[in-house]
Each structure stands twice: as C-alpha cells, then as structure tokens.
C-alpha cells in the first residue's frame, strides 16, 4: 500500500462547491512521505498503460512546454539538475524531453496535471498526465469543456459551472488557488477509472481516506490553466 501518514490541512468539513482559496506559487508542488511509493506507481503506468494515464492534443504542445518550464523553475531544491537530466529526491534520474513534456512532467512530480486551455467561451481539457484519477476516465473527459467534464456531479449545475468558468477567467500568473476533496474507498490503489455511466459504489466497509489537494494555476505565456492534483490516502484513523 502506497499510504501518507497525515493530510496537511483540515478534512473534517469539506467546503461546498468550487470553495477555493488563494494559495502561494511556493506552496504548488509538494513532496511527502509517500513520494517514493507514488512516484514509483506513476513510473509504472506511464510505462505500461501511457494511452489511459496521457493525452495531449496537437495544439496543445506550447503549452504543456510552458508548463514543464515552469514546473523545473519551481521545483524543491532536493532535485538537482545536470545537463539534460534531473534527479529527483528519491535518487532516480529523469530524462528531460520537451518534445514529450507531459511524459516528462509525470516522471517528475507527484501531481497529476491536467491542462484547459479557452475555446470559444469555455475552457477545454487539451492535455493532461493523469495517473491517479479518482473514479472518473482521462479517455472520457479529454477535449470536454468544464460543464461537459464535471456532468455526472450533482452538485455541479449551470449555475456552478458559470461560477467557475469566471473563476477560471479571473486567475492570475503567480496568484494560484487551490481546493480540496475527500472521498472514502476501501481499497488504496491510487489508479482508480471508473467510466461516467458506471457510478462508484459506496463502499461498504471503507478503510481509507483519498483526498486530492487541487490547484489553479494560470500560465502566462499561453494563458492555459493549469489543474494539478495531489494525492493523499490515509487510513480512516488518520483522517478522523
């Protein structure tokens, strides 16, 4: 099992729907005690199942650079670059390609990384490296916008959807923001699909905490914005 021993902040009162604060450009890119395990698992599946966990749109090329740009100006001072490579805290080295960016990015960091950039009056997911989805399909959501994306979301409505497309039209580069989840599952695995049409289960006997620490964050070359996801999962006794 891939656990942490503690989630960073309070889960005991999730905030409705898009409950979102502002956050530091510092604060973006986290690694915790689990990073070994998951940086391991992402390995993994973007060797042996790269069609389910990465998708990126032709056009969106400049942006998913912009990102691995930005990512390897921010990162912790534990990884330390040589040439054309970076080796990470755990001591694995990673190969630098900005011609497969989102390749690279998913072998760097434990966050997942979703990119929207706007068409028309929308954002549209264009690319995205996403290992550890949380009962939703990358396949199912890819080249969707916002409103199309989040359908089988109750809570999600026209009127929400409106509020985070201006939310998503208002970020600024270098004024992130972030927002956390939580669900209950009785099983760990971090790599978890689920199509939209087969809803997740209620597990009956659920012994496991996931929340995704979720942040906003706008480049300002290209203007996409970037949605990254932080996994934790914890046993219940550590979440209560």
Not at 35 to 46: E, H, I, K, Y
Not at 95 to 106: E, K, R, S, V, W
Not at 152 to 158: C, F, G, H, R
Request: glycine share 4%.
């Amino acid at each position: 099992m891939i656990l942490q021993h503690s989630i960073p902040y309070d889960t005991s009162h999730e905030p409705r729907l898009p409950g979102i604060q502002p956050m530091s450009m510092a604060d973006w890119l986290i690694i915790d005690d689990a990073f070994s395990g998951q940086m391991a698992r992402r390995s993994d599946l973007l060797t042996n199942q790269r069609h389910a966990v990465l998708a990126m749109q032709p056009a969106a090329l400049p942006a998913a650079q912009e990102l691995l740009d930005l990512v390897l100006a921010t990162l912790d001072p534990r990884y330390i670059r040589s040439a054309n490579t970076i080796r990470r805290p755990d001591g694995i080295s990673v190969a630098i390609d900005a011609n497969d960016p989102l390749h690279t990015l998913g072998h760097l960091v434990q966050e997942d990384l979703c990119i929207l950039e706007k068409q028309g009056d929308e954002h549209v997911l264009t690319a995205a490296v996403l290992c550890f989805p949380a009962s939703w399909m990358l396949a199912e959501k890819f080249g969707r916008a916002l409103l199309g994306i989040h359908i089988p979301v109750p809570s999600y409505d026209a009127n929400i959807g409106a509020r985070v497309q201006r939310l998503f039209d208002g970020i600024q580069p270098d004024r992130p923001l972030w927002r956390w989840n939580g669900l209950r599952y009785a099983d760990p695995e971090l790599h978890q699909p689920c199509s939209e049409s087969d809803r997740r289960a209620r597990p009956t006997n659920p012994r496991f905490f996931r929340s995704e620490r979720q942040s906003l964050v706008r480049l300002p070359k290209t203007r996409a914005v970037v949605f990254s996801i932080h996994t934790y999962v914890v046993s219940l006794g550590e979440a209560d």
